[in-house]
């Protein structure tokens, strides 16, 4: 993997807080051209908010992303469109706009961002939809489909325009076994077909060692293991190791509460010692 | 707490207010980000997305043209029927003409319509601006470099106030057929008298004022329910919130614009 050339993305020094919870703290993270990155994670670590700050839907409170050199952050809207132009995303849910059938959502961003005639705009709708085995679905309505094909349709649709960087918000949560499999092989498929920079955000290890090139570990709003994924197999951080091999019991704990509970069921408000 | 209870009552008041002028801020950058991308979109490309306009015309307006028939029938059969005791005693039957027509052409063909539209249009454009923001469509649209504003406000803003306005004159002839119906079969007059004592007491000012006003009413329903639908909380209860808002808000802000306007052209015109 080329780590040497220049980083589709890079964070630097990226913050964020939630009035006085800091959901990011100083995320460093560089990923270089046709790589996979895997960030993991469990529930509430930050890795949706990080997700978010990359795409631009939050703005860092300090720090800044940078995606091909171009400072997102401090961009216009005219430079960030330009910018997003780029870049296709999978949201958790799929995102499809309700109110359009599969095959017009897939068709939005080649309508929108580009000159293509209608004919070769409905060709291409097919075989991004193909792609995800789901070309003859192209007229139902996405409410007529299941979670898991509007996934798929969300994932045809972050494809049309070719981006050359993906983001996958939890691709595979609430898949089948087999439609997590595919979802994992198209991401490999467009790596080392078309060198696509994936980023995919999950909590699914399974899918993380099938399809990383790099595994990050997000905890409590910071990196505490980077690196291929057979770093992760046997892994020495006690709380890696517990979220890797899914442990009830480790260092991270599975109650989220700062207050004690006694004092909380018996109305005396006392902080946790 | 009886000491700083008077202080507590004007800052109470104050935050009000001030809530109040942040809101009226929000609208009206929503307004010039509309206004800047329909002009961008009338005259350079991104074009305004015309099948889109149409089918929100569609939609928003049209089907509440039985509702707005109905209703204004009824405003004007009620008009006729509470003024023409007071005309009879003054002994001027044949004015109800008149008046009917001047208050239905000016005042309230414009507001009841409006007022219908924001249950109609108004309430549908929150909940499903509100929804969107729910499903992440307008996350979505954003990220893949589609101004939400351009795509779905500048299309519902058109359609919404040219069916305002379109209804705005249907609603004033049926209004003031309503009136009509009472003069011929209550007071048993003659109806060709009403047609011609009608077409003589309108000025061309009196439909004029009632119709820009309408196209005002348009907009402020719109813009109401586009800025509360995209500023719902993700949540079910966030929708049927920016819902209820919007229409409250809306009818506030229809008859607060009516007292202005109203006044304004009474002083000016």
């Given amino acids: 993997m080329p780590t040497t050339s220049e980083p589709v993305l890079e964070l630097r020094n990226v913050q964020k807080f939630f009035g006085e919870r800091q959901v990011l703290k100083d995320i460093e993270l560089r990923v270089a051209p046709g790589e996979t990155l895997v960030i993991i994670g469990v529930s509430g670590c930050g890795k949706s908010t990080l997700l978010r700050t990359i795409i631009g839907e939050e703005k860092p409170d300090s720090g800044h992303v940078f995606l091909d050199g171009e400072d997102a952050c401090c961009a216009g809207p005219k430079d960030l469109d330009r910018i997003r132009r780029r870049f296709g995303i999978l949201f958790q849910s799929g995102a499809l706009y309700s109110s359009m059938t599969v095959g017009e959502n897939v068709a939005l961003p080649l309508r929108e961002h580009s000159d293509l005639d209608e004919k070769i705009i409905k060709m291409v709708v097919k075989m991004k939809l193909e792609m995800v085995g789901l070309r003859d679905f192209e007229d139902l309505m996405p409410a007529q489909i299941s979670d898991g094909m509007r996934k798929r349709v969300g994932l045809a649709r972050a494809i049309a325009l070719d981006p050359e960087i993906l983001f996958y918000d939890e691709p595979t949560a609430g898949l089948d076994p087999i439609a997590t499999g595919a979802i994992d092989q198209l991401v490999i498929d467009l790596r080392t077909k078309l060198g696509v920079t994936s980023i995919v955000v999950t909590h699914d290890m399974e899918s993380a060692f099938r399809t990383a090139d790099r595994i990050a570990m997000l905890y409590n709003g910071e990196f505490i293991a980077v690196g291929p994924p057979g770093d992760f197999q046997n892994p020495t951080d006690p709380r890696v190791r517990q979220f890797v091999k899914g442990l009830a019991d480790g260092p991270i704990p599975l109650r989220l509460s700062k207050t004690d509970y006694l004092a909380d069921l018996m109305g005396t408000t006392a902080d946790a010692p | ?269």
């Fill in chain 2, 1 to 269: 707490m009886s000491a700083t209870s008077p202080l507590r009552c004007l800052e109470r008041i104050g935050s009000q207010g001030e809530g109040l002028l942040a809101y009226l801020g929000g609208l009206g950058y929503l307004a010039l980000d509309t206004l800047k991308l329909t002009a961008l979109g009338i005259f350079v490309r991104p074009r305004i997305k015309a099948d889109e306009t149409f089918f929100q015309m569609i939609r928003l307006g049209v089907r509440a043209i039985p509702i707005i028939v109905l209703v204004q029938t009824f405003v004007g059969m009620i008009l006729a029927f509470q003024l023409s005791p007071v005309l009879d005693d003054y002994g001027q039957l044949d004015k109800v003409a008149t008046v009917v027509s001047v208050a239905v052409f000016r005042e309230l063909g414009p507001l009841i319509t409006a007022v219908v539209l924001t249950g109609f249009a108004g309430a549908a454009i929150a909940a499903e601006l509100g929804t969107m923001v729910v499903g992440e469509e307008i996350a979505a649209l954003r990220t893949s470099a589609i101004h939400p504003i351009r795509f779905l406000v500048v299309p519902r803003v058109i359609a919404c106030i040219l069916m305002t306005v379109s209804l705005t004159i249907v609603a004033d002839i049926v209004g003031t057929f309503g009136g009509g119906l009472v003069d011929r079969y209550v007071l048993m007059r003659d109806p060709t008298a009403y047609y011609h004592t009608v077409l003589d007491s309108l000025l061309v000012k009196d439909v004029l004022t009632g119709l820009i006003k309408s196209g005002i009413f348009g907009f402020i329903i719109v813009l109401v329910s586009c800025y509360e639908g995209l500023g719902a909380t993700r949540s079910a209860g966030g929708v049927g919130r920016a819902t209820t808002r919007s229409v409250v808000l809306s009818i506030f802000l229809i008859i607060a614009a009516d007292c202005a306007f109203t006044a304004m052209f009474y002083f000016l015109w």
